[in-house]
């Protein structure tokens, strides 16, 4: 098959199916690194995954030039950090639709042209 490059993702925020892709990525190899600011959080996802970064902010995992960037959070807080990684010409995966006004979404296209 060749010798093809791993691609490392980035998963930010950690809700239950954010924990399970998590592991996933995890055993396949592929996971980078998580976001994480809950400080009893990040010591679990320490000690659960061994040889990953753990980042207290998103600017700072935007700094390590992971291919692409999950993004598992709360609704009022996923527009501002998908705009943020579009804004730095990131691949984003969005766990579901964004729950914003129909501007915003127009918005968040015209950025990932």
């Given at each position: 098959?060749?010798?093809?490059?791993?691609?490392?993702?980035?998963?930010?925020?950690?809700?239950?199916?954010?924990?399970?892709?998590?592991?996933?990525?995890?055993?396949?190899?592929v996971?980078?690194?998580?976001?994480?600011?809950?400080?009893?959080?990040?010591?679990?996802?320490?000690?659960?995954?061994?040889?990953?970064?753990?980042?207290?902010?998103?600017?700072?995992?935007?700094?390590?030039?992971?291919?692409?960037?999950?993004?598992?959070?709360?609704?009022?807080?996923?527009?501002?950090?998908?705009?943020?990684?579009?804004?730095?010409?990131?691949?984003?995966?969005?766990?579901k639709?964004?729950?914003?006004?129909?501007?915003?979404?127009?918005?968040?296209?015209e950025?990932?042209?």
């Amino acid at each position: 098959m060749g010798n093809l490059e791993t691609k490392k993702v980035c998963i930010i925020g950690d809700s239950q199916w954010g924990q399970k892709l998590m592991e996933v990525a995890y055993e396949m190899g592929v996971l980078g690194g998580v976001v994480e600011s809950n400080l009893k959080k990040y010591m679990v996802l320490l000690k659960s995954y061994p040889g990953i970064i753990l980042h207290t902010h998103i600017e700072r995992a935007i700094n390590e030039g992971y291919d692409n960037y999950v993004v598992d959070v709360s609704d009022e807080n996923k527009f501002d950090i998908v705009r943020y990684l579009l804004n730095n010409k990131k691949n984003v995966f969005i766990k579901k639709v964004l729950a914003v006004a129909s501007g915003d979404i127009s918005e968040l296209i015209e950025i990932s042209k």
